[in-house]
Structure formats: C-alpha cells, structure tokens
C-alpha cells in the first residue's frame, strides 16, 4: 500500500439533501422530510471535489431500525421501544444485505438507486466508503433481502446456554428482557394503555400487537457489552451484540472450528465489495477479536484488493495488533491527535477547564503524541470533527470555526495521513440544533429526521444555482478548499516526511511553545518516486489564532538530515498569499522572497489571518 495522504468527506444521506429549514424536533419523515441517494447528483459529485475529495463515506446506507413504516414495501415494523429517535441509529443495522428505504425515490428499487449513486461516485473521480457494524445489530433484525441459501442471524443458535462458539448471540436463559427502564418505557405505556396496564403479561407481554410492550425471551446480551436482561438509557439498548467465539465469562477464546458469525459477516463484506464499494469503516472494531480481522480482510482482499478497511479503535494499546495482524489499512486516531488538537486550542482560546476531559495544554504537547505513533502515524484518519464528535463551532467545543484553523492545518499537514471533513464542517456549522432525541449537544443528530442549517442553504442554493451561504459560511469554506487543495497538490505535504522543529524553538525568544507549533515537510526524488520535486513545506500554528511574525530556528540537524545546504540561497513562496489571508495591518512581504538558512540560524515566518503560516522552499 503506497503511503500518501488521501481526503474523506463523510455525509449522512439522510440530512445532506434535506433542505427543509423548518424541520421539528422529534419529526416523523412526513414532517421533517429526508435526503435521497438522489439529490447526490453528478453535480453535487462535482461540487463536493471542490475540497480536494477522493473519497465519500456515505454514513448510514445500510437499512437500520426505524419508528417508520415502511410494511407497505414488505419491510417489518420495528418495535418504538428499542428505536432511538424517529428515524433511528444508522449502527442498529436491520438488515445487511438491504439499503434504508426512506433513502430511494422508488423503495421498490432502492438497490439499484444506491448502485447508481456508487456508479455517479465513481464517474466523479472519488471512491465509496461505507460502513460495515460488525459488532452488533438491532434487536429487531430480519433480513428480508439476504440471497438464497444465507443464513438469518441466531436462527441456529441454541438459547437454553449463555454461550456456545457456534452461536450467534449471547444469552441470559430463562431470563425474559426487561425494557422498564428504557427511556420512553412510561410514555409508551401510558399511550398505549391509558388505563395504566402494560399488558396482559407486565413489562414481559408480546409485541405482535404494536400496542404491547416489546418482548424478548430470552434476553440477549446488549451492544455495549451490557450482559444484564435490564439494559438501561445508557446502554446500546437497540442492538444486539454479536458472538464471534470468545466467552465473555472466561475471556476464553474458541475459534476453532471457525464460528459461524465469522462465516456469515464475511458473506456479508463480500456482497457489498460485489457492489463496487471501495472502502468500510469498520464501527468500533476494537470490540470484535482481531483474529477475525485477520482472516476475514485477508480474504476480501483476496478478490478485492484494492479495497480499503478503516477501523474505529479508541484504544492505543490495540492499534499495532490491529493493522499489523488484523490487516487494517487505517485506524480512527481520535484519542491521540483529534484530543490533543482540541485541547490545546480550548486552552489557546481561554477556555481550558470549561469542558469534559480538557485541561491547559501546550502546544508542545503534540510532538509526543504524534510520535508515540512510530511507525503507525501515516496509518490514522486525522480529523476535526466526525458524526460522534461535537461540531467545532458548537458551545460545547470552540464556538466558531475560524478558532480552529490552527487545528486544521496542523491535522491536515503534519503528516501523509489521510484527513476527513464531515459535512457542514466546512461551512462551520454550530450543531445546536435541537433536532428530537439528541437535544442540544453541540453535535448533528444521526438518529432524527432533521437538516444542517448550513448544508441546508448550500444544497438549496446549488440547485437555484445562487449562493444562499452566510458571509461566515462562504468564508470559512473557501479557507478549507484552500488549505485541502494545498495538501493534496503539494508533494511535500501529500507524499513527504516530517521534520518537528518545535523541540528546537522552545527557548527561541518570542517563541511561544504553549500556543504555537512549527514543523516542516519534505518531498525528494527517490527509485519509488521519482516524479517527486526537491522541496521543502514550512508550517507554523498559532493557537491564539494571533497574525504577526514568529521566529523559528532550524537546528543544525534538520539541515544534515535532509541534505539542506546552509547559506544557499532559497525561492521561498507563501502558500497563502492573497486577499483571503490578508490580516489588514499586513505583513511586508511579498508572496515570493529569497532567503539564506543558516545552522541554527533564525529565520521570520509571516503568521497570517487565522494564525497560520504555510511557506515553500525548493532546494533544486
């Protein structure tokens, strides 16, 4: 696998195309409305590359768990109870072998609407992500698409034991579910029982009549690892989770013979690959053994080999086994450099203390976390902002987008990991809607009919052909298509290495290593790469967001590693010259300038608007 930087740009279908901007919280799909696989039209295609896309993570394609009926279509009703929001979790996956409905124009065909959104992708020079839940599905699963002679999902299993390998799920015998205390067990009762009876059987009664209280016998274990029949609010409550051999009471592990779960998920990976996608991103793979990793990437890619595999994975611990054994291509490097980013521009902005998990943070800081990695760092996904993650302009992260440019060009530059944008990202989106079931926490909702405000004006505005963005939103967008074009198109940030200078400026006078850091990137020719220019790309961060000029040493060693001749003099050109990065009381310099490096010498770095500075220099 060639190492070189890549973008993604993940979008919800669902809410990329929903322009109405009166949607209501807790909406049903007749109120609220939803976007279709079609209103990602060649254009819209067209318009997304603006950000440099190679790829789209279409999120939750896969039919899941809804409190819509859609039984007109032959589909089954799922059970309000064990739905979270109206339109439900795109990770309570309903059926595998099927797209969500609410997605096609036609439901009848809303296969072949999908394959034609992959065939639209593709023609536009970007490839498909989708995602692949391996380790739990919705307490509802039936798959009514699933090709002949496939199994359904515990058809086979035996439910008199709490686990056998060939199972699965995991069991609690002789024990039914009890939903009491699931967060809309009360009013569900009182709706469809105003006499205040549950039912003829208590919390335990069947729900064939869609006015009885969800059943379950016996229960199930629960996603999150919950194994208790009395799931709470917190808990996964809507899916199930997924027995691939090991013994949660042991911790033992019985993979021979293979599980049948192991047989039927790489059934499952094989039909989708068979639809031309390109890529999954594999929902919390930490929590599925990496041996089945191993042996079923293995064998995808054994017919798919250009496919690529994205893991979810929280744990640092796990990350080498699971790239070097599990076969992964990338992994979520949420709490390494996305943590440290958003901490230190919390602590840059004042605002340290006042959140979850954030505490005063250096800028310096980020040279250890991103070296811990070794040899694994070109292996992450950088990110600012995810459908888990608060948006950056929320109340709850920075409160504006423009405070974290600095983390931008860090997470997008500092290595040749590939970088992903969710959509609304670039047009900073604030997330303080409140959409139903999230309520207002500072992120998009994935489990209500709603729309981004934002996305909404842009995709309205595409399609009167006139621009409906704020003066904020046009501003912040072409910031990002600036500094994702420069990533992708130049050498020394989309193939090079990285040089940290900031461990050699922390005593430089007026250098601030609490809020600022600086690195350099390299491009050379090489036998591999021959195409490559001599070139070297210089970046600094303010974390303040604070325009001026900062003084940078270049140690003796960066010259002697990379064959740099000191004294030479150098073409240095500014990446972000122009009127967007003008800060009005400007810095005299011209886009184009010479200078002459010496070992341990100084040299002046204009930080522009934003508090950034990407500067070029070619050595040949």
Same mark, same amino acid.
Not at 70 to 86: N, S, Y
Not at 137 to 165: C, M
Not at 342 to 357: D, I
Not at 431 to 447: L, N, Q, V, Y
């Given at each position: 696998?060639?190492?070189?930087?890549?973008?993604?740009?993940?979008?919800?279908?669902?809410?990329?195309?929903?322009?109405?901007?009166?949607?209501?919280?807790?909406?049903?799909?007749?109120?609220?409305?939803?976007?279709?696989?079609?209103?990602?039209?060649?254009?819209?295609?067209?318009?997304?590359?603006?950000?440099?896309?190679?790829?789209?993570?279409?999120?939750?394609?896969?039919?899941?768990?809804?409190?819509?009926?859609?039984?007109?279509?032959?589909?089954?009703?799922?059970?309000?109870?064990?739905?979270?929001?109206?339109?439900?979790?795109?990770?309570?996956?309903?059926?595998?072998?099927?797209?969500?409905?609410?997605?096609?124009?036609?439901?009848?065909?809303?296969?072949?609407?999908?394959?034609?959104?992959?065939?639209?992708?593709?023609?536009?020079?970007?490839?498909?992500?989708?995602?692949?839940?391996?380790?739990?599905?919705?307490?509802?699963?039936?798959?009514?698409?699933?090709?002949?002679?496939?199994?359904?999902?515990?058809?086979?299993?035996?439910?008199?034991?709490?686990?056998?390998?060939?199972?699965?799920?995991?069991?609690?015998?002789?024990?039914?579910?009890?939903?009491?205390?699931?967060?809309?067990?009360?009013?569900?009762?009182?709706?469809?029982?105003?006499?205040?009876?549950?039912?003829?059987?208590?919390?335990?009664?069947?729900?064939?009549?869609?006015?009885?209280?969800?059943?379950?016998?016996?229960?199930?274990?629960?996603?999150?690892?919950?194994?208790?029949?009395?799931?709470?609010?917190?808990?996964?409550?809507?899916?199930?989770?997924?027995?691939?051999?090991?013994?949660?009471?042991?911790?033992?592990?019985?993979?021979?013979?293979?599980?049948?779960?192991?047989?039927?998920?790489?059934?499952?990976?094989?039909?989708?690959?068979?639809?031309?996608?390109?890529?999954?991103?594999?929902?919390?793979?930490?929590?599925?053994?990496?041996?089945?990793?191993?042996?079923?990437?293995?064998?995808?890619?054994?017919?798919?080999?250009?496919?690529?595999?994205?893991?979810?994975?929280?744990?640092?611990?796990?990350?080498?086994?699971?790239?070097?054994?599990?076969?992964?291509?990338?992994?979520?490097?949420?709490?390494?450099?996305?943590?440290?980013?958003?901490?230190?521009?919390?602590?840059?902005?004042?605002?340290?203390?006042?959140?979850?998990?954030?505490?005063?943070?250096?800028?310096?800081?980020?040279?250890?976390?991103?070296?811990?990695?070794?040899?694994?760092?070109?292996?992450?996904?950088?990110?600012?902002?995810?459908?888990?993650?608060?948006?950056?302009?929320?109340?709850?992260? *920075?409160?504006? &987008?423009?405070? @974290?440019?600095?983390?931008?060009? !860090? /997470?997008?530059? =500092?290595?040749?990991?590939? %970088?992903?944008?969710?959509?609304?990202?670039?047009?900073?989106?604030?997330?303080?809607?409140?959409?139903?079931?999230?309520?207002?926490?500072?992120?998009?909702?994935?489990?209500?009919?709603?729309?981004?405000?934002?996305?909404?004006?842009?995709?309205?505005?595409?399609?009167?052909?006139?621009?409906?963005?704020?003066?904020?939103?046009?501003?912040?967008?072409?910031?990002?298509?600036?500094?994702?074009?420069?990533?992708?198109?130049?050498?020394?940030?989309?193939?090079?290495?990285?040089?940290?200078?900031?461990?050699?400026?922390?005593?430089?006078?007026?250098?601030?290593?609490?809020?600022?850091?600086?690195?350099?990137?390299?491009?050379?020719?090489?036998?591999?790469?021959?195409?490559?220019?001599?070139?070297?790309? *210089?970046?600094? &961060?303010?974390? @303040?967001?604070?325009?001026?000029? !900062? /003084?940078?040493? =270049?140690?003796?060693?960066? %010259?002697?590693?990379?064959?740099?001749?000191?004294?030479?003099?150098?073409?240095?050109?500014?990446?972000?010259?122009?009127?967007?990065?003008?800060?009005?009381?400007?810095?005299?310099?011209?886009?184009?300038?010479?200078?002459?490096?010496?070992?341990?010498?100084?040299?002046?770095?204009?930080?522009?608007?934003?508090?950034?500075?990407?500067?070029?220099?070619?050595?040949?």
């Amino acid at each position: 696998m060639k190492e070189e930087k890549f973008i993604v740009y993940q979008l919800l279908p669902r809410i990329f195309g929903n322009i109405n901007r009166e949607c209501i919280p807790d909406g049903s799909l007749e109120e609220n409305g939803t976007g279709k696989f079609s209103d990602i039209t060649d254009g819209m295609l067209e318009e997304i590359k603006k950000l440099s896309v190679s790829h789209i993570w279409y999120t939750g394609v896969i039919e899941h768990a809804t409190k819509t009926d859609f039984t007109r279509w032959g589909i089954r009703k799922d059970h309000p109870l064990i739905v979270k929001g109206e339109a439900g979790s795109p990770y309570a996956i309903k059926d595998y072998y099927d797209v969500n409905p609410y997605l096609a124009d036609d439901p009848r065909n809303r296969m072949k609407e999908f394959e034609a959104l992959v065939e639209r992708t593709h023609r536009a020079g970007c490839k498909v992500i989708i995602d692949f839940v391996p380790n739990h599905l919705a307490r509802g699963y039936r798959s009514d698409s699933r090709p002949e002679g496939v199994e359904e999902f515990g058809e086979s299993d035996n439910k008199d034991v709490f686990f056998d390998p060939q199972n699965n799920f995991y069991y609690l015998p002789g024990t039914p579910l009890d939903v009491s205390r699931l967060p809309g067990y009360v009013a569900f009762c009182q709706a469809a029982h105003p006499s205040g009876e549950p039912g003829p059987d208590g919390p335990a009664s069947s729900c064939e009549d869609a006015g009885e209280v969800y059943r379950e016998y016996p229960a199930r274990a629960t996603g999150n690892d919950c194994f208790s029949s009395a799931p709470g609010g917190m808990d996964w409550y809507e899916t199930v989770k997924l027995n691939y051999g090991v013994d949660p009471a042991t911790g033992a592990s019985h993979f021979d013979p293979l599980p049948r779960t192991w047989k039927m998920m790489l059934e499952v990976l094989l039909f989708w690959a068979d639809k031309k996608v390109d890529g999954f991103r594999c929902d919390m793979a930490e929590m599925v053994p990496a041996e089945f990793w191993h042996w079923a990437i293995s064998r995808v890619k054994e017919s798919y080999p250009e496919i690529v595999f994205i893991a979810e994975i929280y744990k640092p611990s796990l990350y080498g086994t699971y790239v070097r054994y599990g076969g992964f291509d990338y992994l979520y490097d949420k709490v390494g450099l996305y943590d440290m980013l958003k901490s230190v521009s919390r602590s840059a902005s004042g605002l340290s203390g006042r959140g979850e998990g954030v505490h005063d943070t250096p800028a310096s800081f980020i040279s250890r976390c991103w070296q811990e990695l070794g040899d694994l760092q070109p292996r992450m996904l950088n990110f600012l902002e995810n459908h888990d993650e608060q948006r950056i302009a929320s109340d709850f992260n *920075l409160g504006n &987008a423009f405070g @974290a440019v600095p983390e931008l060009a !860090v /997470s997008l530059m =500092l290595n040749k990991a590939p %970088f992903m944008v969710y959509a609304g990202q670039e047009f900073g989106e604030k997330g303080m809607s409140a959409e139903g079931f999230s309520k207002i926490d500072g992120r998009t909702s994935i489990f209500d009919y709603c729309s981004v405000p934002s996305l909404a004006r842009f995709v309205e505005g595409f399609r009167k052909n006139e621009c409906l963005l704020t003066g904020e939103e046009r501003e912040i967008y072409e910031i990002y298509k600036c500094l994702l074009r420069i990533a992708m198109r130049e050498d020394a940030v989309r193939y090079g290495y990285t040089y940290d200078l900031e461990y050699a400026n922390m005593d430089t006078p007026g250098f601030d290593h609490r809020r600022r850091f600086v690195f350099a990137r390299r491009a050379g020719r090489s036998a591999q790469d021959p195409e490559h220019r001599e070139e070297v790309v *210089l970046v600094a &961060a303010d974390f @303040a967001g604070t325009p001026g000029e !900062v /003084s940078i040493k =270049l140690p003796r060693h960066f %010259f002697q590693a990379w064959n740099i001749e000191p004294g030479k003099e150098y073409m240095c050109r500014d990446l972000l010259s122009g009127p967007l990065f003008s800060c009005g009381t400007a810095i005299a310099r011209d886009a184009s300038f010479t200078m002459r490096p010496e070992y341990d010498g100084i040299i002046v770095l204009p930080v522009k608007k934003y508090g950034i500075s990407v500067m070029k220099f070619t050595l040949d």
